[in-house]
């Protein structure tokens, strides 16, 4: 079934609690039967943030905290390494992707930034893009996290996911509400 999430330039709002998003990740992670073959000895996983949009750096921050409060942080055996930088330019963004050979990628909520400039520099990367603000989805990130009343949600852009080299088993995609990227 396909549905198409409106774009709210606005507001953008996280409707999973981060420490429930933190553990659907890592179950999300597991169903990329892709991640397995180009991770190295660790998967990494970085956040992207911005430091003057307090709804950003909050889920930075409470990111970071679930990570040091697990102490089984891995996917099938490898390892996740959680890594954060602040947006600015796309130039630097794409210097710390290759410098932190970034595997995943979780957009936070953004304030005035182009979620294209990111996808471009994903999906040409091959990045899984995820994020708890599930408009982004149909903006053209690959997955996000989001709720139906009580029950948390998992939304896949299909064609974004292929774009960013991404291969989720059938049985996660019986489970996922499939997104379209709207057109802009």
């Not at 294209?116 to 899984?128: A, F, V």
């Not at 997104?179 to 802009?184: D, K, L, P, S």
């Amino acid at each position: 079934m396909l549905i198409l999430l409106p774009i709210h330039l606005s507001a953008q709002e996280m409707e999973v609690p981060i420490k429930l998003q933190y553990s659907l990740i890592g179950k999300i992670l597991s169903f990329d039967r892709t991640l397995k073959i180009h991770s190295k000895d660790d998967v990494v996983v970085g956040i992207l943030f911005q430091n003057k949009y307090r709804a950003s750096l909050n889920v930075k921050n409470q990111l970071l905290e679930c990570v040091k409060a697990d102490p089984n942080n891995k996917i099938d055996g490898h390892a996740i390494r959680w890594v954060s930088f602040e947006i600015s330019s796309g130039d630097e963004i794409s210097s710390a992707l290759a410098r932190e050979n970034i595997d995943v990628l979780y957009i936070t909520p953004m304030r005035d930034v182009g979620i294209t400039d990111i996808t471009n520099l994903t999906r040409s990367n091959h990045i899984l893009t995820i994020t708890g603000v599930p408009t982004y989805v149909g903006e053209g990130l690959a997955v996000g996290i989001g709720a139906k009343g009580e029950k948390p949600v998992i939304y896949v852009n299909f064609s974004a996911s292929k774009a960013e080299g991404a291969d989720f088993n059938s049985q996660f995609l019986k489970f996922v509400q499939i997104v379209e990227t709207v057109n802009q």
